[in-house]
């Protein structure tokens, strides 16, 4: 393996031979509550990569450009080399987790229109809810970048929605990142997986995510290894 060049709470990401790619391998530690919670499991890494990198490929074939060049084994890929654009952005269609807490609303509630939120991936700052007037103040990204990144939230969020409930699963919410290629082109980075979504059951609310982690209601393994069963057979 090349030169690490970062290590974050999922992932490491290493130099490779091509100036313009970064090899990414998923690690296998779960954590929750900006890391106070952690764990590692085996097999966590290989399940976010499959999971992620089946999704992605789904969305590219939708026009929504990311950073996956290929699959190098099955916990690490060649990716494009990106400047990442330091927010979270959230979208969420049923309110749960945070949004619960923030504002008090009923768990399972579903909105009429899908939610934008961004946060700024700051961990000193516990990541805070920041909004668009703040990003421009703080040039973290233009109003341009914004509406280019609210735009394909939206559309990812449209696809996510048909390819989940293909595995009788409904997306509650879920997080993504953007990263901008030497070009000045967006494109969508980091992974989608049940690390970064919340997905319940059609039927029984059964959570199938990060939540069984953070909840200590379920097997993480066994959960993930479910979502990716109802992926693959739907």
């Not at 190098?72 to 952005?89: A, G, N, W, Y």
Request: with cysteine; hydrophobic share 40%.
């Amino acid at each position: 393996m090349k030169e690490l060049l970062y290590e974050g709470k999922a992932k490491q990401v290493y130099k490779s031979d091509n100036d313009d790619c970064l090899i990414i391998k998923y690690k296998n530690t779960a954590t929750a509550f900006n890391g106070v919670k952690k764990v590692d499991f085996e097999g966590k890494g290989k399940l976010n990569c499959t999971i992620s990198n089946m999704i992605f490929r789904s969305l590219e074939k939708k026009g929504i450009p990311t950073h996956l060049v290929e699959s190098i084994d099955d916990i690490t890929i060649l990716v494009k080399k990106v400047d990442i654009v330091p927010l979270e952005v959230i979208v969420r269609n049923i309110a749960a987790g945070s949004f619960v807490a923030r504002y008090g609303a009923e768990e399972g509630m579903v909105f009429d229109e899908p939610i934008v939120e961004f946060s700024y991936k700051q961990d000193s700052l516990n990541d805070p809810l920041i909004n668009n007037f703040h990003i421009v103040a703080l040039k973290l990204a233009t109003k341009e970048d914004l509406q280019i990144i609210t735009d394909y939230a939206l559309q990812i969020n449209e696809y996510l929605k048909e390819i989940f409930l293909k595995g009788n699963m409904k997306l509650v919410d879920f997080k993504i990142e953007f990263g901008k290629t030497k070009d000045g082109t967006i494109i969508l980075a980091d992974e989608i997986s049940p690390d970064s979504c919340r997905l319940w059951d059609v039927n029984t609310n059964q959570k199938l995510d990060k939540d069984v982690f953070r909840k200590g209601i379920g097997d993480l393994i066994t959960t993930y290894e479910e979502v990716l069963g109802r992926m693959i057979n739907d």
